[in-house]
Every structure is written in C-alpha cells, then in structure tokens.
C-alpha cells in the first residue's frame, strides 16, 4: 500500500512539475554561462525539486566527485529557471549513462509561460542508454510565450535498473559560457541543393538522416539557385524543414557565400542576402527562425589572388566586420560564422593597425569558424590534427569555438587525400574519432563537420572498389 502510495505521489509530482519544482531566478543575469545552479550535483541535490527516487552518488561521476542517480523505479526532478526570452535559441548539454542494457535516462526542458503552463512544442530532450557516460548537446529555439524553462531529469518505470546524470548546462546563445551559441558536441553538415528542401518527403529525408548520423547542426543554402533568391521565393520550404529540425534539436543556419562578394564593391549583394535572412526571421515564427548565418567566401579562388592579397584579405575582414555588425544593429541573436582553409596561417595581414595572421583576424570577427580541414586522416603531418591546432589554440585564446570540416565528395583534380571519397564512412568514422579524441579536452573545439549532404548520404560503408 505504502508504494502504490508513493507511485501515485511520483505520478502526480512528475505531472506538475511546473508548480512544485525549486525556483532559481535568474532575471538580470540571462547571458550568464550556466543557467542551471548546482548543474554537477556538487551541493547534493541543493536548488533542485526531487520528484522521488532521486540520490546523490560519489560513483560513477562523469565530473567532480558527485552525480545523481535515479531509480530503480520511476524517479525524477526539476529546476525552474526564470528570465528566459520567446523565440531565443538556448543550448542544453549533459552526461548520462544507465546501470543495464534496456534502461534509459533523460535530461530535458520544458518551455513554460509565467503560470507555470507547459507549453505546446516547448519539450525538447536527450536520452542516454550506455553504460558509461557519453555527452550530448542539442540546441531549441524558446517557443511564444516562454518566461521560464523547467530542466528536468527522468527516469522511466520499465526497467528496474538506475540512471545517473551529471554536468547539466542551459546556456543562452551568444552568452559567454557558449561562443557562438552552438556549444559543443557538434556535428554539422552542408546543405547545397535546394530540391533537398523542396517537397515534404526530401524535407522529411534530410532530417532523418541527420538523426540517423547523429548530425544537429545544417548549414542550409538561402541563396540564388537558377536567378532564383530562394529564401524569398519559397520561404515555407524553410519554415517547414526548420520547425522540423528544432522539433528535433537540430540547428539550421543560413548558407550562402561567393568569392566575388569579398571585393568591397560588392559588399551589397552578401548584405542585402542578410537582410532577406533577418526580414525572413521577422516574418516567421519562434520555432522557424534561422539559427545563423553562415558563408562561404573563398577569395583565394579569384584570378588576382596572388597580386592582391593584402586587399582582397582586408575587403574580406571588413565584410565580416559589416555581416556581424549588422545582425548587431538589428538586434539579431543569430551567429555570424563562415569556412576558412587551414592554410590561412601563411597569409599575414595588417588590419586595423595590427599585423597577424588572416585566420587570427578572422576570428576575432566572426561567434565561430569551420575548417575546411580537407584531409582523410588525422594523425601525422599534414593530417586533420596538425591542421586545426594552430586555430584551436587562438580561439581558445579568444574564446571563440572551432568546427573541424572534412570532405566525402570526389573532387577531381585534387589529390585523394583531401577526401574521404574511396575510404568510405567507416574509415571517416575511425578517423574523425581520433580528432575527438585529441581536441575533446579543448574548450574551443565544437565538433565537426561533413561536406556535403549529397556525397554523405551515398558514401558506401566501405572503400569504393
């Protein structure tokens, strides 16, 4: 009787969260790193509700000495956190694991409005079921209405084995604690073709294979196709495949660029293209709102690269100074990123006064870079590694986050190394583990990237024979 009675308590606790959970106010202080007090369980279970079932451990920890375990019947709580904006992307990241195969953990938000209401679309969560810590990372644009996010940690009633978390953060876009406001733990991909967003079922494909591969971060093309400014066009292509994505906790930024677009006479066009990014934003919904902008400007392709590089570097700094200031002006929380080639440390130019590297420059102007990193291994000169240390080491600095980009298409005319084309996705796999591996430790590193959703999604297994 007495654990029907508990249950029936449990139940309804996890039901009504929203009223009973711990309140920890954080109006005032939105853009500070962690919005979540106490996040690593170090105070026990101090500003934090226990639902029921939930204990403090001192192991396994994924952090620090302590974590919280959860079971092994149903078990729950919760942390409100006030202060929070409608339509502003926030990044929830946490570690997990379980006790046995079969159990599952969750660390979620929910989107709340100033009663405490739940509200619709407003859930957004990860679940663990390995029996040793991993890390995961999803970002959610706040829903209309949002004043509070309840972050939640769960475990299910099926499997009588425990659930333990640790390290849970909320951080805000742009805030400190979160360069960029794309966290970590990214994996990105490029989007180019615009029949992939066309019709609902190339919409529906993209996204599920984004999630078969783990990918939460689109770089999703906005710009001409066939004289045609597609973002005008057909806006509810966007709408419809960015709800979907966010629904999922997948980031999607504009992708959009050209080489030509660095000479400071045609700086218009890339700042026009941003406006139609911000006009669409304005026009769409909390939850259909692009994420960031992001370019692909190689100046280095142009025919008076070589004759003109001190220019041509500085025209293109100064249209990254233009593009980020504008999302300022405009009041925007979108980032402002772009691809550089891992060669830019070979190119010093005076900017402003100061004589650096084009890669330093370029990060001071930019929430965050991705390496065109194109090499299909990562260890030893000339590899994956070697290439990203210097920029890994100057965002660190500048605290700034770093992609690391590999390439999956066949390229002709470049050497074979600078893809993963005749390898195929295992070897990638093995390989990209390894610059995991070396850069997990780095508060710059914020995953990597493929290039591109075309190529990815007919690599085979296996080499190409």
């Known amino acids: 009787m007495f654990m029907k009675w508990m249950r029936i308590v449990l139940c309804f606790a996890l039901l009504c969260a929203a009223v009973v959970s711990t309140e920890v106010s954080h109006k005032g202080y939105a853009d500070a790193s962690n919005l979540v ?8 279970l101090s500003h934090w509700t226990n639902w029921g079932g939930v204990s403090i451990v001192t192991d396994p920890v ?30 929830l990241s946490g570690s997990g694991r379980v006790s046995i195969g079969g159990e599952t953990a969750l660390i979620g938000v929910d989107c709340m409005n100033s009663s405490g209401t739940k509200l619709e679309g407003g859930k957004f969560e990860f679940a663990f079921n390995t029996t040793t810590y991993t890390g ?17 940690i769960y475990k299910n009633p099926n499997v009588n084995g425990y659930a333990y978390v640790d390290d849970i953060r909320l951080v805000r876009e742009g805030s400190s604690g979160d ?24 919409r529906e494909a993209l996204i599920n294979f984004s999630l078969s591969k783990g990918i939460n971060l689109l770089y999703v093309n906005t710009g001409y196709y066939k004289d045609v400014n597609y973002l005008t066009a057909y806006p509810h292509y966007y709408r419809a495949l960015i709800a979907s994505a966010h629904q999922k906790g997948i980031r999607v930024e504009s992708l959009d660029g050209a080489s030509e677009w660095v000479r400071a006479a045609n700086h218009s066009i890339p700042l026009s293209r941003i406006q139609d990014v911000l006009n669409y934003n304005a ?3 909390a939850n259909e709102k692009l994420d960031g902008i992001h370019h692909d400007n190689e100046p280095y392709t142009l025919q008076d690269w070589e004759q003109n590089k001190q220019s041509l570097s500085i025209d293109y700094l100064e249209l990254a100074r233009k593009s980020k200031q504008m999302l300022i002006d405009a009041g925007s929380n979108m980032t402002y990123s ?49 290439h990203a240390q210097n920029e890994i080491n100057y965002a660190t600095t500048a605290g700034k986050k770093v992609i690391i980009g590999v390439e999956t298409g066949d ?55």
Do not use: C
């Open 37 to 44: 007090v106490n996040s690593g369980f170090e105070q026990d």
């Open 62 to 91: 994924a952090s620090g000495s302590k974590a919280a375990r959860m079971g092994t019947g149903e078990s729950g709580g919760g942390q409100i956190v006030s202060g929070i904006s409608e339509g502003t992307v926030y990044t």
């Open 136 to 152: 995961k990372t999803l970002s959610f644009t706040t829903v209309p209405g949002t004043t509070q996010i309840q972050v939640y």
């Open 179 to 202: 360069s960029g406001g794309i966290g970590t733990g990214r994996k990105a991909m490029w989007v180019w073709e615009p029949s992939d967003i066309a019709t609902a079922a190339n």
């Open 283 to 285: 026009s769409s919904t």
């Open 338 to 386: 772009g691809d550089i080639p891992f060669w830019y440390e070979t190119v010093s130019v005076a900017y402003n006064g100061v004589n650096k590297e084009l890669y330093k420059h370029i990060i001071d102007r930019m929430d965050y870079i991705t390496i065109m990193d194109y090499r299909d291994f990562a260890v030893g000169p000339n590899g994956i590694i070697e």
């Open 411 to 465: 390229v002709p005319g470049d050497p074979p190394m600078v893809t993963f084309y005749q390898e195929g996705e295992n070897y990638m796999n093995q390989e990209l583990a390894k610059v995991q591996a070396h850069y997990s430790a780095s508060a710059a590193y914020a995953g990597y990237a493929i290039h591109h959703y075309t190529s990815y999604r007919t690599m085979p297994w296996g080499p190409r024979t």
